[in-house]
């Protein structure tokens, strides 16, 4: 049976990782074993559940008790549960709950570039791009689309971040992922990938140059919003590839990219 408690003291130390600790203070960075992530949202809940995350505690409105989050405290039956109502909840964690209900949850160890990378076809790196929105979207893009994992470099935002794995809709406990140790993109090559550069170049292969779905190993590249990747990635990129655009449109954010670029180069 969950034990299931009415929030009465805003203060409480339990509800700190709600409304108090910010996601780097919960990634904790000095000391990774004892990282959490806030899971939002009964659908990403149990992905994160099914991937075989650790629950902590939950918080959610009174309501979804009996509602929406009932199967999730049926598979939690031994963590504590906070409950409120909606107006209340708003007031503590300072913005309405996705449907009514969030998760603190234990983080897992990352795993290694190649043990991520073995037996991998086509894989995503993403450089430097720092907002959580568009990397829980080029998650969920590169889930549904035919890549086999996702890596990052240290710039970037991190994939459980709150809105990061909402964004993503749970996929992001769905397909493998991990962070490079630096910038370089000498280890992804050194495990026989080639690297595709997604740059505004004049002198890039189109996205439909069949060269590119010939090749074994495929890493495509996509960079930071904004400036997208730097001149010296691109120069270490074995492709450079544009999508084309029309009606004098010069770009698509980095999401929007990310599922053209997918969609064509992805597993067949």
């Known amino acids: 049976m969950n034990r299931i408690t009415e929030i009465t003291d805003f203060l409480a130390p339990e509800l700190d990782v709600y409304a108090r600790l910010t996601e780097v203070q919960l990634l904790n960075r000095e000391f990774p074993e004892k990282g959490l992530f806030i899971a939002e949202s009964p659908k990403v809940i149990e992905r994160a559940l099914d991937a075989g995350y650790e ?44 449907r009514g209900m969030l998760c603190a949850m234990k983080r897992k160890p990352l795993p290694d570039t190649r043990e991520i990378c073995e037996n991998k076809r086509r894989i995503v790196i993403l450089d430097k ?24 470099t240290p710039g970037c935002s991190d994939p459980l971040y709150r809105r990061a794995a909402r964004v993503s809709m749970g ?61 010296k990635t691109i120069y270490d990129c074995d492709f450079t590839v544009k999508i084309p655009m029309y009606h004098g449109v010069d770009s698509l954010n980095v999401a929007a990219a990310s599922a053209v670029a997918f969609y064509q180069l992805g597993n067949k």
């Open 171 to 231: 996929t992001v406990f769905q397909i493998d992922w991990t962070f490079l140790s630096d910038d370089s993109l000498d280890e992804i090559k050194a495990l026989g990938f080639k690297t595709v550069a997604m740059a505004l170049k004049d002198d890039s292969l189109s996205i439909n140059d069949p060269r590119l779905t010939e090749e074994k190993k495929l890493a495509i590249v996509m960079g930071t919003e904004g400036d997208g990747l730097s001149d």
């Open 129 to 152: 791009v720092m907002n959580p929105t568009n990397v829980g979207a080029v998650i969920r893009s590169a889930a549904a689309l035919g890549m086999d994992a996702v890596i990052l």
């Open 55 to 98: 629950p902590v505690s939950c918080l959610m409105e009174k309501r979804h008790i009996e509602g929406e989050g009932k199967r999730i405290l049926d598979r939690i039956n031994d963590v504590p549960v906070f409950c409120a109502e909606f107006d209340i909840l708003t007031q503590l964690t300072g913005f309405k709950l996705t």
